[in-house]
T-cell receptor
Framework: SQQGEEDPQALSIQEGENATMNCSYK?????LQWYRQNSGRGLVHLIL?????REKHSGRLRVTLDTSKKSSSLLITASRAADTASYFC?????????????FGTGTRLQVTL | DTEVTQTPKHLVMGMTNKKSLKCEQH?????MYWYKQKAKKPPELMFV???????INESVPSRFSPECPNSSLLNLHLHALQPEDSALYLC?????????????FGPGTRLTVL
């Protein structure tokens, strides 16, 4: 399997704190994406960072990418109870019709009041 | 319309049954995907359709048979499944550029095989 690894597997924080999740992958990529999944439901795309980018921001989200270390991190600032979910990194590799996403193992985030 | 819809939401079937999962999108996306997700695991890619043609089959057993009747619809036909096939089945779609494709996911069909 080319699946990436995420750590921590689970993270519990209080509302207002920052949450950091890390993702490592094994092969060369076109881009890396982060998705959120609320319990047992569909995934929602959060942010995409291209292989030639090092950092990207979107609202309370900050993503970094280090292709030399094959790793990425997702920072959620000022967390809210509504951020409670599983977070997956996904790498896109291949080209054209062979392009596909490979998901990491996921981090389960619990934000308490 | 930025939604991917999936029917049914829940499905219980016996090992001898034949059933189908349906997925629909009206975003003009020309790539559509089926994923399988077991509890507390990441989604695993099963099939990719690009311009209504099957482009990737991740060595999925033949008891799963995908079909893309047109650019908006994607079906997954199920026959003679095993209990270990019980999972959440997710459909997704995306634009078909060479890469940089954000995928839009449906809510999934939770399948139980008895």
């Amino acid at each position: 399997s080319q699946q990436g690894e995420e750590d921590p597997q689970a993270l519990s924080i209080q509302e207002g704190e920052n949450a950091t999740m890390n993702c490592s992958y094994k092969t060369s990529i076109n881009n890396l994406q982060w998705y959120r999944q609320n319990s047992g439901r569909g995934l929602v795309h959060l942010i995409l960072i291209r292989s030639n980018e090092r950092e990207k921001h979107s609202g309370r989200l900050r993503v970094t990418l280090d292709t030399s270390k094959k790793s990425s991190s997702l920072l959620i600032t000022a967390s809210r109870a509504a951020d409670t979910a599983s977070y997956f990194c996904a790498t896109e590799g291949g080209t054209g019709t062979a392009s596909k996403l490979t998901f990491g193992t996921g981090t389960r985030l619990q934000v308490t009041l | 319309d930025t939604e991917v819809t999936q029917t049914p939401k829940h499905l219980v079937m016996g090992m001898t049954n034949k059933k189908s999962l349906k997925c629909e999108q009206h975003m003009g996306h020309r790539a559509m995907y089926w994923y399988k997700q077991k509890a507390k695991k990441p989604p695993e890619l099963m099939f990719v359709y690009s311009y209504e043609k099957l482009s990737i089959n991740e060595s999925v057993p033949s008891r799963f048979s995908p079909e893309c009747p047109n650019s908006s619809l994607l079906n997954l036909h199920l026959h003679a499944l095993q209990p270990e096939d019980s999972a959440l089945y997710l459909c997704a779609s995306s634009h078909k550029t060479p890469f940089y494709n954000e995928q839009f996911f449906g809510p999934g069909t939770r399948l139980t095989v008895l």
